[in-house]
């Protein structure tokens, strides 16, 4: 079981959270402008990297709010986790894994 540190609430069991999808994809701008192709695209396709990766998570059995986590997908690890809006932190895992060549591509 992960142990997940909600910024807002400290260390829970994973099973106080629910996972929310990839973090910090951009609304388009105009989607109006879209064609389904382009607006399919943005509603269902997202990356499935194996290493560093920005997920969001909400805090179901707590204080309710979502906030983002930086997780190692080949290890479980989590290395941070941060407010909505807020920057990643960096990781100085995800340089090792770049030059181990496990890192995102």
Known sequence: MLLITCPFCG???EIEFSYGGQAHIE???????LDDQS??????IRSNPRG??????RHINGCA???NVRRNTITDEILATYKMGESPASCSEELDLSAKGGAVR
């Open 39 to 44: 607006w399919a695209e943005y509603l269902y």
């Open 52 to 57: 560093i990766h920005a997920e969001r998570w």
């Open 27 to 33: 609304r388009p701008k105009d989607p109006m402008s």
């Open 65 to 67: 709010r979502f906030f």
């Open 11 to 13: 260390p829970r069991p």
